[in-house]
T-cell receptor, first 112, second 118 residues
Framework: AQSVTQLGSHVSVSEGALVLLRCNYS??????LFWYVQYPNQGLQLLLK??????LVKGINGFEAEFKKSETSFHLTKPSAHMSDAAEYFC??????????FGSGTQLTVLP | EPEVTQTPSHQVTQMGQEVILRCVPI?????FYWYRQILGQKVEFLVS????????KSEIFDDQFSVERPDGSNFTLKIRSTKLEDSAMYFC????????????????FGSGTQLSVL
């Protein structure tokens, strides 16, 4: 069984500030971890993924996430927020390659 | 960039009616999926489909649901007799074929169909 918990359903940051979106997971097998972004009226878009290897994963739009097994975490960060980053972000875990379990999402608001 | 296309974007139906949600996956993809998101809740896996058959399904995907690839381009989700609790955003996704043992494929999601059951 696997599950994902995203801490904070809403996060607000100022433009230029650090973005930190939290994700903790549980999985009975080595996890495959994903972050997806959903812009208004659009589909889910993959930001980045961790499968094996380097624990710091870089994705699109300047986002990165670090897999920390000891903390069962996969937090998403970006050094400097842009207005265009405003969206909903979903963390997901896949024990097998195909069946993803999503978190409940975090709505990111970027303030001018 | 290639994209997954879903139609319609909004569907309103009466309880007990049949609905068919349509998806056109990316042309060279071989794995197809349906997910749904009830308002305010998590995105949930429904079913995956490969080689003209269901490969995995969740407990949500009961006998009221079915999927089909009627031709070489479309992938459909049918709900036989809709219930109020079927109201949700339904996402179609597709992915490339994987080599044996390869994991963590990139799923391409469509923009979703908002289904409202009255």
């Amino acid at each position: 069984a696997q599950s994902v918990t995203q801490l904070g359903s809403h996060v607000s940051v100022s433009e230029g500030a650090l973005v930190l979106l939290r994700c903790n997971y549980s999985s009975s097998v080595p996890p495959y971890l994903f972050w997806y972004v959903q812009y208004p009226n659009q589909g889910l878009q993959l930001l980045l993924k961790y499968t094996t290897g380097a624990t710091l994963v870089k994705g699109i739009n300047g986002f990165e996430a670090e897999f920390k097994k000891s903390e069962t975490s996969f937090h998403l960060t970006k050094p400097s927020a842009h207005m265009s980053d405003a969206a909903e972000y979903f963390c997901a875990v896949g024990g097998s390659a195909r069946q993803l379990t999503f978190g409940s999402g975090t709505q990111l608001t970027v303030l001018p | 960039e290639p994209e997954v296309t879903q139609t319609p974007s909004h569907q309103v139906t009466q309880m007990g009616q049949e609905v068919i949600l349509r998806c056109v996956p990316i042309s060279n993809h071989l794995y197809f999926y349906w997910y749904r998101q009830i308002l305010g809740q998590k995105v949930e896996f429904l079913v995956s489909f490969y080689n003209n058959e269901i490969s995995e399904k969740s407990e949500i995907f009961d006998d009221q649901f079915s999927v089909e690839r009627p031709d070489g381009s479309n992938f459909t989700l049918k709900i036989r007799s809709t219930k109020l609790e079927d109201s949700a955003m339904y996402f179609c996704a597709s992915s490339e074929a994987l080599l044996r043992g390869e994991v963590g494929e990139k799923l391409f999601f469509g923009s979703g169909t908002q289904l409202s059951v009255l």
